[in-house]
């Protein structure tokens, strides 16, 4: 008599196959229940046993289900009354690897065993061997504990999508804001400027339809920006409408959080940039008044910010009250580019202070802005150079090194233009030819804690990762 046949009805194929795709998606506690009861009712089935051969395998289909739910030590003590001579022939093959493992795993100290390799391999950066192992043994730690680590390793490797589904079920639970939120998305800040915008996009845009909340909304709408940068024309302001409506929606959730969330320094850090990126997004779009009570908004959220004081001289450019906000701005923490970028254009257009104009563009460069804009930088710092009598291989080294810095730099090669043809034409006044390159914008927003923040978020993510691992709470 085959032992299938005890499950008549299929419940317990039915709740083997439930606890099967829990485990593929990762739900391991309902993965356990399910097999638990696939095993308990195959077990029921043994009193209508009659031979030898239909008891042992039945106990032995019980005894997998339960090993498949986690339950090594009630399935080691239903394997012991399984006498193999009865099991046909074929599956004898099956029956030892499935008595090996089983012993191992239902032995004293499994678990802390599987940390410990798990552990070692962590630290020999070995990312794909403990996904393999984490997949090979889905119950050595809790469900949200083990979807974290799973999408930690699969961002390391690269794998977005899957990355983006491990931490939405890693916070499904989560409180908006948390730290364990927060380390989801700490990778994903700086990408942009790696090189890798679109991985970026499809990291968080999945994060973020899975679970909308104010850290995925507002780091959304920080890579949309990012996004929009690399269009034109209606494209672009389509996407900076979008960037919009995101930082809205996450500024917006923000302030609902409870008042010690809200005191998070990473998360404020993330609605700085937000607002950062909103604020150039507006200007972008020629929404000026919507950009100013962003920027008002913003002060009052920190006052002690330099950003909306840079963006409101920028708003408010050329004015008194611009320039004292940039004055403002640079004597405030971590100030960024901006305020020494206007300043440095006010010093060399309208004050004629070349000495006071290449201090600022230097001190602007110390702030390590992104590519493009330092490259623009350092052809500022040749046509101070220039205008200041510096002979032609300093000036030319300058531009050099804006070129190496972003090849393709289109002010900066209309800048080198008017350098040549200065050299080519007689009583040539250089600093009146080089008066639009210092009125032309700076597309990209003022803030240095972008690298502090991805940093400071991935290190926590990192570390807390290897306590998981050994098995912290």
Request: proline share 5%; aromatic share 10%.
């Amino acid at each position: 008599m085959n032992a299938l046949l005890f499950d008549r009805d299929g419940a317990a194929s039915k709740l083997a196959a439930e606890g099967s795709l829990a485990l593929g998606v990762g739900e391991t506690e309902l993965a356990a229940k399910k097999y638990f009861e696939a095993g308990a009712l195959l077990e029921k089935g043994l009193v209508e046993a009659r031979k030898p051969a239909d008891l042992h395998l039945l106990r032995f289909l019980a005894a997998t289900q339960y090993y498949r739910g986690g339950h090594y030590s009630k399935a080691e003590k239903l394997s012991k009354r399984i006498e193999s001579r009865y099991l046909p022939r074929d599956m004898d093959p099956t029956w030892q690897r499935f008595q090996k493992d089983l012993r191992f795993r239902a032995a004293p100290g499994y678990v802390e065993r599987m940390r410990l390799r798990l552990g070692m391999l962590s630290t020999k950066g070995e990312p794909r061997a403990i996904l393999d192992h984490l997949k090979e043994h889905p119950y050595l730690y809790k469900q949200d504990v083990l979807a974290f680590l799973r999408g930690s390793l699969c961002e390391e490797l690269g794998h977005w999508k899957a990355a983006a589904a491990f931490y939405a079920a890693a916070i499904q639970n989560a409180q908006d804001g948390s730290d364990y939120v927060l380390m989801t998305v700490g990778r994903v800040l700086c990408m942009p400027s790696e090189g890798r915008l679109e991985e970026a996009w499809e990291f968080i845009s999945r994060l973020r339809d899975k679970r909308p909340n104010s850290v995925t909304n507002l780091v959304a709408s920080i890579t949309c920006f990012h996004r929009a940068s690399k269009l034109a024309g209606v494209d672009r302001l389509a996407m900076h409408r979008q960037q919009i409506k995101l930082f809205e929606e996450g500024w917006a959730t923000f302030k609902l959080l409870p008042e010690d969330r809200k005191k998070s320094e990473d998360l404020r850090w993330i609605v700085s940039i937000g607002f950062s990126t909103a604020n150039m997004a507006l200007m972008r779009l020629g929404d000026d008044r919507r950009a100013g009570e962003l920027i008002e908004e913003e002060i009052e959220f920190d006052p002690n910010d330099p950003g909306p004081l840079s963006a409101r001289g920028m708003l408010n450019y050329p004015s008194e009250r611009a320039l004292a906000d940039f004055r403002k701005a640079i004597e405030l923490p971590h100030p960024g580019y901006v305020p020494f970028v206007y300043l440095a254009r006010e010093a060399f257009l309208r004050k004629k202070d070349l000495a006071e104009a290449e201090r600022l563009t230097n001190e602007a460069l110390s702030r390590q802005p992104g590519p493009a804009i330092q490259a623009r930088l350092f052809s500022w710092l040749a046509m101070i150079r220039h205008c200041r009598g510096a002979d032609r291989v300093e000036v030319e080294l300058l531009f050099d090194r804006g070129l190496q810095i972003d090849p393709r730099n289109r002010q900066v090669w209309e800048a080198y233009k008017e350098f040549t043809d200065a050299l080519k034409a007689e009583n040539s006044d250089s600093r009146q030819s080089w008066e639009a390159e210092f009125h032309e914008e700076f597309d990209e927003p003022s803030n240095p804690i972008w690298k502090a923040s991805e940093e400071s978020l991935s290190f926590r993510k990192n570390r807390r990762r290897d306590q998981l691992l050994a098995g912290a709470p």
